[in-house]
């Protein structure tokens, strides 16, 4: 009876885990910035990009706020940064959103 107790909670502890409390983006600024699962609630989604760089984790971030820029995206969030079976490439994939509109503003 022990374990079956063991088990249900850790099952729904898991599930907590699963769960954001939304919060506000930073404000805008003219380049794409970074944010969280948790701050992208209710923004406009622009699509998904993906960049592959030699280098570190850090240049494979750096491409995806290029690519980002150029696409004049406000906001973008990592979705995927891994190295491939190449030692030194970086595989990198982002969502890219919009400025919030005046709604979605208001009801934060």
């Given at each position: 009876m022990r374990i079956l107790y063991l088990a249900l909670t850790l099952l729904l502890s898991g599930c907590a885990a699963f769960t954001t409390t939304p919060q506000a983006p930073p404000p805008p600024t003219q380049q794409a910035?970074?944010?969280?699962?948790?701050?992208?609630?209710?923004?406009?989604?622009?699509?998904?990009?993906?960049?592959?760089?030699?280098?570190?984790?850090?240049?494979?971030?750096?491409?995806?706020?290029?690519?980002?820029?150029?696409?004049?995206?406000?906001?973008?969030q990592i979705l995927m940064l891994d190295e491939t079976t190449i030692p030194s490439f970086w595989y990198t994939t982002a969502i890219l959103y919009g400025a919030p509109s005046s709604g979605t503003a208001a009801q934060q």
């Open positions: 910035q970074e944010i969280s699962r948790a701050q992208s609630v209710g923004l406009p989604k622009l699509g998904t990009i993906t960049a592959t760089t030699r280098g570190s984790p850090d240049d494979a971030q750096r491409a995806i706020a290029a690519k980002a820029n150029q696409a004049g995206a406000v906001y973008y």
